[in-house]
């Protein structure tokens, strides 16, 4: 399965993902390019460091105009005939013109055990509301916030004297494992969408 990464930051889920398919962890994953909306992305240096494709759409240069935004990121995702999308650590905000010429086909990793805290500073929320256990989603995006089907999960124990740095820190262990975990079943073809349940098959391949 040919894939593009979004990325606005630091990349250590992109990371993760281009070192598993170094170590062949990933061989049915076929990462297309990484392309970024921050042109001082961490992330462009690590891509770059495994010979992985880069673009920048520098969304200060779209201010006012998504869409405009998000159709030049569509133009080099076919350019690069991408097939889906992962989201690692990508902090804009995909139109619902864009979420629907890849219905199905794009993923996102969020630092809460979804439903529960969407969207920005998920472990500060669950810090404030004094949830013993958190976590990491990997979830179909659809025109919500943090509302596609689910994918997998992975938990995280809530610490006493735990800050929103420190829990955030032990979630993202998990999280590096969970996006490699999804990516894998995606490119498999194990993935099915039934209703709001994701059914995860034992075997098949997609492209």
């Not at 990484?34 to 992985?52: Q, W």
């Not at 991408?82 to 794009?106: H, S, T």
């Not at 509301?129 to 995280?156: A, K, M, N, W």
């Not at 590096?176 to 994701?198: C, D, F, P, T, Y």
Request: charged share 25%; with cysteine; aromatic share 4%.
């Amino acid at each position: 399965m040919k894939l593009g990464v979004l990325i606005s930051g630091r990349g250590s889920n992109l990371q993760a993902l281009l070192a598993a398919k170094k170590e062949e962890r990933l061989p049915l994953a076929d990462f297309r390019l990484a392309v970024s909306n921050k042109p001082d992305a961490p992330g462009l240096d690590i891509a770059r460091s495994f010979g992985l494709r880069t673009a920048v759409i520098d969304g200060s240069k779209y201010r006012g105009r998504r869409a405009e935004h998000d159709r030049a990121i569509d133009q080099v995702l076919r350019e690069h005939e991408c097939e889906a999308i992962v989201l690692a650590g990508y902090m804009r905000v995909l139109g619902a013109e864009f979420i629907a010429g890849w219905r199905n086909r794009i993923i996102n990793i969020h630092p809460s055990l979804l439903p529960s805290f969407p969207g920005l500073h998920a472990q500060r929320q669950a810090l404030e509301y004094g949830v013993r256990t958190s976590g990491c989603t990997v979830h179909f995006v659809d025109e919500g916030t943090d509302t596609g089907p689910i994918i997998l999960q992975r938990t995280v124990p809530v610490l006493p004297g735990d800050t929103e740095d420190s829990l955030a820190a032990r979630i993202l262990v998990e999280e590096h494992h969970a996006i490699v975990e999804a990516v894998a079943l995606l490119s498999q073809g194990r993935v099915n969408i039934e209703g709001r349940s994701v059914r995860v098959s034992s075997g098949g391949r997609v492209g």
